[in-house]
């Protein structure tokens, strides 16, 4: 009986090796439930026999051969093909904002030779003045800090002179006895 089991089981792996080898060679996708069901084997099988899994699952990873129909695609080389067309649209969309960006101000330089005045004193002009509205920004912002700082003082310096006042007023209170 026990040998009758192993030679079952025995006929089951060579079933799995044979499945696998045709898989290959038709360039299926190959995966334990598929190798599986073409071996006519219950997918635990697989699992109880972990060697066999090994084999399915380095199928599943070893690099695309070619045969007379063409390349064949493996699962990692969808994903190295997904990965590098990501990146490349994220690439082509970075070009696409420099250009944008580009015509923008190429268009804005003409408008402003069609409208017959000097962009460029202009332009100047207008970067000085927002220069010096950046430093006056900074410069306010700068004496705000300091006023901060010296109302926090003051704040801290309040709430220490009414503390000592409560205690005073404290310990001067008649008591009812």
Known sequence: MTAGRQADSERRRQRVLAA?????????????????????????????????LHIVHAAQQAPATTSATGPKVSAASLRADLINAHERAARLNRRVSQLEKKLSEALGQQIWRTAGEEARDDVDTLQRHVAA????????????????????????????????????????????S
């Not at 996708?29 to 219950?42: F, G, K, L, P, W």
């Not at 410069?139 to 700082?149: A, K, T």
Request: with cysteine.
């Open 20 to 52: 696998l080898q045709q898989a290959q060679q038709r360039g299926e996708e190959i995966t334990a439930s598929s190798i599986a069901r073409q071996a006519h084997v219950d997918r635990t099988f697989l699992y109880r026999h972990r060697d066999l």
């Open 133 to 176: 509205l950046q430093q006056e920004c900074a410069d306010i912002g700068l004496r705000l800090d300091e006023r901060e700082e010296e109302l926090q003082a003051a704040r801290s310096t309040n709430r220490e002179l009414m503390a000592q006042l409560n205690r005073v007023a404290g310990s001067t209170t008649p008591s009812n």
